[in-house]
């Protein structure tokens, strides 16, 4: 069998500029991914306000744009008041969704001072699960309205005197699930969730607003209730949300890699029901994906929900992530993209702890696993524009897929004409020669080839061994002429960077 894979590059070939919200993650208020996480008061590293340095470093490096806040299914039963105001005052609550004592001593304001820290900004999330409209009016009024109103003037009594101007917003979260407090059909959430935003642009036209669809592909109600509810509140939207986890529950790491094969399914089929409804209203408005939960995750959710019920802050949902989860996630980053025309948010999920790649020990140190150096790499050289591949590859057949590509890659050129080529090798066994036929872009040279990769699938990093899987830019591609060739370590994500000659 002929190994190589060939791909092809034109300048004037682009799917389209690369929208910097695609770069953002999530931080819920779940398990240890706030409390024990990037907030614990009175841990060595943490700051005056109770924000830890040491993980701050690790998700500041992330360079991300948004963080959607504060769930997630935490939401649906989520009141934002017990979150604001003087911290002896707020309630202890049982919450619905984990099944833990929710101290709110994190809330909203937390959250932006935190953002600030970061350098990112918050996509706030309203709850219509247990409460409506009138709750997601008075949320916007304290967090955008200037001064004057009786939340403004309350938010400016909580010490903020300028409003916080959050411009994104999700109407809720996986509205379609039966584990959801609130569950609803696609035509009467459609309906809800047209009137809250129709509501909320009223007191701030400069937002933009976010429709929960369907939570998974997998689910029956894909993509009938993202339909319903588009039906009822397309041309008062601006997004549509989707959600996707990919696992390796069979333990087969040949039919895992594939997978994505299923999210490139999944982005298509959300774009052409947008599409659909779009017609369907003859409006003139495109909708725009975005994809606020993505990651690998192989636990199920009752696992360890119910285990010890009514804790504060429990270990929950914390996946040992390894070196197959990075190349997973390196394939659902080449999907994303390869939509860039269509994606205009996507959050990985979530940020630290739980379903996460940054772990801590409460009280204790802090490191990453591989899969962030994937999702480092892609925020540090994916901007710009996003140009359309046409790739060669060899195939292979797995339990589930057929013909799927052993090499998949996406490519970017930023402001400076750097082009990044990001590829993965989707084969377990063998190292495959790559060549890139460059054209129209005149004279590049390699700057660097940066390879994540280790001998087993399985290898990940702790406490005792943070370095253990960590990418290098020992990578052999080199250019003859308009040909860029490299070799591909076997399962293995890679970033090769050119520079225009001078």
């Not at 590293?45 to 948004?66: H, I, P, Q, S, Y």
């Not at 309350?154 to 994104?168: A, C, D, F, T």
């Not at 052999?476 to 370590?489: S, T």
């Not at 293995?492 to 960077?497: A, C, F, L, T």
Request: proline content about 4%.
């Amino acid at each position: 069998m002929n190994r190589k894979t060939r791909i092809t590059l034109d300048k004037d070939f682009t799917i389209g500029k690369i929208d910097d919200k695609i770069f953002s993650s999530f931080v819920e208020l779940l398990g240890r991914c706030v409390y024990g996480g990037i907030y614990e008061p009175g841990h060595p590293m943490a700051d005056e306000k109770g924000f830890r340095l040491d993980v701050l470093k690790f998700t500041k490096d992330l360079n991300l744009t948004l963080n959607r806040f504060p769930g997630g299914n935490f939401v649906s039963s989520y009141r934002w008041e017990d979150g604001v105001g003087p911290k002896s005052k707020r309630p202890k609550r049982p919450e619905l969704a984990w099944q833990c004592i929710e101290p709110n001593q994190f809330g909203t304001n937390e959250m932006v001072e935190w953002s600030k820290l970061n350098g990112s900004g918050i996509i706030m999330t309203v709850n219509l699960g247990t409460r409506g409209i009138e709750q997601a009016l008075d949320l916007l009024e304290y967090c955008n309205f200037p001064e004057g109103s009786y939340y403004s003037d309350l938010r400016i009594s909580h010490g903020y005197k300028e409003p916080h101007n959050i411009k994104y917003w999700c109407l809720s979260n996986e509205v379609d699930g039966v584990w959801q407090v609130g569950q609803k059909t696609g035509t009467e959430y459609g309906r809800l969730a047209r009137e809250t935003s129709k509501a909320m642009k009223l007191l701030d036209n400069t937002i933009s607003t976010i429709l929960a669809g369907s939570s998974s592909p997998s689910q029956a109600t894909f993509p009938a209730f993202d339909a319903d509810a588009l039906d009822e509140a397309y041309d008062f939207v601006d997004y549509l949300s989707i959600h996707q986890y990919l696992s390796n529950r069979e333990n087969d790491t040949r039919n895992y890699v594939a997978k994505t094969l299923s999210t490139e399914a999944y982005l298509k089929s959300a774009i052409a029901t947008c599409d659909f409804i779009k017609a369907k209203h003859r409006s003139k408005k495109t909708m725009m994906i975005s994809f606020d939960e993505f990651n690998t995750w192989d636990a199920t959710m009752a696992e360890d929900r119910f285990k010890n019920r009514w804790q504060f802050a429990p270990s929950l949902l914390e996946q040992v992530y390894n070196m197959e989860d990075a190349v997973v996630l390196g394939s659902m980053l080449i999907v994303i993209l390869k939509h860039a025309d269509r994606v205009g948010i996507a959050c990985l999920s979530e940020l630290v702890n739980s379903i996460a790649h940054i772990r801590t020990e409460t009280g204790g140190g802090c490191w990453v696993l591989p899969p962030y150096y994937t999702y480092l790499l892609f925020s540090k050289y994916g901007r710009g524009i996003s140009l359309l591949p046409v790739i060669d590859s060899p195939k292979y057949d797995s339990v589930q897929y057929t013909d799927v590509p052993f090499v998949d890659a996406a490519a970017t050129i930023d402001e400076g004409n750097c082009l990044s080529i990001f590829a993965i090798n989707r084969d377990v066994d063998n190292s495959i020669p790559v060549e890139v036929l460059l054209r129209g872009f005149g004279q590049y040279r390699v700057k660097e080839h940066i390879v994540l990769e280790s001998e087993n699938p399985k290898d990940t990093n702790t406490k005792e061994n943070p370095n253990n899987v960590v990418p290098h830019s020992n990578g052999n591609a080199f250019m003859d002429g308009d040909v860029v060739y490299a070799e591909l370590p076997r399962l293995s994500w890679n970033v090769i960077r050119l520079e225009k000659m001078k």
